[in-house]
């Protein structure tokens, strides 16, 4: 059965700071797997969708590679600003299949 | 602009009741899929459906059933709720195809007393 890891739960950085967050998948036989962002009481934007063929996708500061063979993806963000906290979800798609499964999130603080 | 509109942002009922969350997506996608999200366990699938009148079971189905009447309206229905169902519910909708994002609702915060 598939899992998916978020390191680390929660993060707090200054602005400015490079950051990465880190998501991982047990089963590597993944179809997809997208980055997802959620602001407190509110519902998922999706930021980005990396396919399993592709090692990163890129969308203004933010980049996201994938590691198929290792179980990895990581989403990097740059120059971080107080307007990027929120907590970030990576989510999974398997083979033949509509549906994802999702990492438990990692709570990004970005302080002035 | 992709709009998935939940009915609800909260709601409160008391134990027993029966409750439907409704959700309603504009971009005439195929996929329509019911999620809760509770701390330290993420999201989880309730239940999807791929095309009018059909359903499936996500991962935790027990307690809850789905209408879809209407392509664009995805009800989930809480028979007699129960206090183990207060929880974040999150409404999702997609083009089928593995390729293709899903969209999320605002969500309905329901407390069940």
């Known amino acids: 059965k598939q899992e998916v890891t978020q390191i680390p739960a929660a993060l707090s950085v200054p602005e400015g700071e490079n950051l990465v967050l880190n998501c991982s998948f047990t089963?590597?036989?993944?179809?997809?797997l997208q980055w997802f962002r959620q602001d407190p009481g509110k519902g998922l934007t999706s930021l980005l969708l990396i396919q399993s063929s592709q090692r990163e996708q890129t969308s203004g500061r933010l980049n996201a590679s994938l590691d198929k063979s290792s179980g990895r993806s990581t989403l990097y963000i740059a120059a971080s600003q107080p307007g990027d906290s929120a907590t970030y979800l990576c989510a999974v798609r398997t083979r033949d299949t509509d549906k994802l499964i999702f990492g438990t999130g990692t709570r990004l603080q970005v302080f002035p | 602009d992709v709009k998935v509109t939940q009915s609800s942002r909260y709601l409160v009922k008391r134990t027993g009741e029966k409750v439907f969350l409704e959700c309603v997506q504009d971009m005439d996608h195929e996929n329509m899929f019911w999620y809760r999200q509770d701390p330290g366990l993420g999201l989880r699938l309730i239940y999807f459906s791929y095309d009018v009148k059909m359903k499936e079971k996500g991962d935790i189905p027990e307690g809850y059933s789905v209408s879809r009447e209407k392509k664009e309206r995805f009800s989930l229905i809480l028979e007699s709720a129960s206090t183990n169902q207060t929880s974040m519910y999150l409404c999702?909708?997609?083009?089928?195809?593995?390729?293709?994002?899903?969209?999320f609702g605002a969500g309905t915060r329901l407390s069940v007393l």
């Open positions: 999702a909708s997609s083009f089928q195809g593995a390729k293709n994002i899903q969209y």
């Open positions: 089963d590597s036989a993944i179809y997809n």
